[in-house]
């Protein structure tokens, strides 16, 4: 368990001599502590027990009565405890997308949603499909970014996959099988070496699906049409096809009841929050907030999509920000992209008070399982946890825009009800609190392919 991430403070990107700092040792997780940095008292386990929860050194050390003392102890009575959430689809922009957003706005909104890791995808200007630009954008994040954070490579036909995966990639995409905003398609043939390569490196490969037909775009209506979901499960069959070597797959973004069962048995399969609370006949016809791909679909697509809710692997936001002025243009010329991390676990949460979901389900699909997918050490509630925490009233308000944080400025979830957080831990420091943001100690995750130089 030791090396596993990077303390940021310690890289310096350009000469990658990165310092990993081994932090838990089977004895030090297990040991009984003398004292702890944070003990949260009274937090309902999820499997009903109440406990006290220490933490010293970013790591869990202590779950069961009250250990020793503490320098400081947040009761947590009568709020939902919960391991904080890993986003693993998220456009960070920056660069010179800053207008849109840029690591320091959306890391505070993510956050102020409860996820405390991102993982940024490569569809940036320039794209990051050269190990310079990777090892750039691990830098730009680390200068700015208040939340720990991971970085994928991207995939067109000539990226050097296995150069890539040594600078610390931690997946390779979403690799474009249909072009979307700041992502070219690649074709099959290419698709079919990008996995060959992937797969010698033992690396994720995370998949955009999409299939698009030719026409005019001028609606939500025909966005949906254009880029449709027979298309979509089409897309997954044939990207299925191209994986002659079996490398691990996974489907970004996943928004038809059909295409979740298209990839069963193919790979690992994510659901946006947009695809599950929002359809395109709660917007007006050619109200662009709404273009996103894959689009938003039909009321009835939506309930399909929840009536699927036990297939899906992972809840990711695919947080794609871009500003007021973009989206104000004629539908055709819109970006699509709609922003979505710090509404995410909420708008879940929301969803279990309506007694919709449980809640395990909710730590399952945002923290665990990607964890689990991408090799980041779990957050949760044992010795030997990342200390990443996040803790909820039991109480939804109406997402209102004004209140969050993304650089954008609006959301197509205005209005929806959503229970945000009280209080965030990352690495066992509060970093949000009250609508406050404090210093912490982020971390980078990279791949398991990293060999620092
Ligand atoms: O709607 C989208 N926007 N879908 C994507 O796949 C990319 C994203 C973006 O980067 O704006
Ligand atoms: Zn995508």
Redesign the pocket.
């Known amino acids: 368990m030791s090396n596993w991430f990077i303390r940021i403070e310690n890289l310096s990107v350009h000469i990658m001599t990165a310092i990993s700092m081994p932090i838990c040792s089977g004895e030090k997780a297990c040991s009984m502590p003398s004292s702890c940095a944070i003990v949260l008292r009274n937090v309902s386990l999820p499997e009903g027990r109440v406990a006290d929860i220490g933490v010293m050194d970013g790591i869990v050390t202590h779950v069961g009565a009250a250990g020793g003392p503490a320098d400081r102890t947040i009761d947590c009575t009568g709020l939902m405890v919960l391991p904080a959430a890993v986003d693993m689809h998220v456009?960070m922009?920056g660069g010179s997308q800053s207008a849109k957003e840029d690591w320091a706005s959306g890391s505070r909104s993510a956050l102020a949603g409860g996820v405390t890791v991102v993982v940024d995808?490569p569809?940036t200007i320039p794209p990051i499909t050269t190990p310079d630009a990777l090892c750039a954008r691990v830098f730009e994040a680390k200068s700015h970014s208040l939340c720990s954070f991971a970085i994928n490579s991207g995939v067109t036909f000539d990226t050097p996959v296995k150069a890539m995966w040594s600078v610390g990639a931690m997946a390779f995409g979403?690799t474009?099988y249909a072009p979307?905003?700041?992502?070219e398609a690649i074709t099959p043939e290419e698709l079919t070496t990008a996995l060959r390569e992937i797969q010698s490196c033992c690396a994720l490969a995370t998949i955009?699906a999409?299939e698009i037909a030719s026409g005019e775009d001028h609606d939500l209506s025909s966005h949906d049409r254009l880029r449709s979901c027979s298309g979509e499960v089409q897309a997954v069959r044939d990207v299925g096809r191209c994986n002659t070597v079996g490398c691990r797959l996974h489907f970004?973004?996943m928004s038809t009841h059909a295409s979740i069962t298209a990839a069963a048995g193919l790979g690992s399969v994510e659901v946006t929050p947009h695809h599950l609370f929002l359809s395109r006949e709660q917007f007006a016809p050619e109200d662009t907030l709404g273009?996103?791909?894959?689009p938003l679909r039909s009321e009835q697509e939506r309930k399909n999509l929840w009536g699927v809710w036990d297939r899906i692997d992972i809840i990711a936001s695919?947080h794609?920000?871009?500003t007021s002025g973009e989206k104000q243009v004629p539908f055709e010329k819109a970006?699509?992209?709609?922003p979505g991390v710090e509404t995410m676990v909420p708008l879940l949460l929301a969803a279990v008070l309506e007694k919709k979901i449980p809640l395990a389900d909710v730590i399952r699909k945002t923290s665990q399982a990607p964890a689990e997918l991408l090799g980041i050490p779990l957050a949760g509630f044992a010795p030997g946890n990342r200390a990443d925490f996040s803790l909820y009233p039991k109480t939804a308000v109406p997402i209102d825009p004004d209140m969050l944080h993304s650089r954008c400025g609006y959301s197509p979830f205005a209005g929806l009800p959503a229970v945000f957080p009280r209080t965030v831990i990352l690495g066992g420091d509060v970093v949000y609190d009250e609508g406050e943001f404090h210093p912490g100690s982020p971390a980078w995750f990279p791949g398991k392919g990293f060999f620092p130089r």
């Open positions: 456009h922009r995808q569809n979403e474009f979307s905003s700041y992502g955009h999409e970004c973004h273009k996103v791909n894959p695919d794609a920000p871009h970006p699509s992209g709609i």
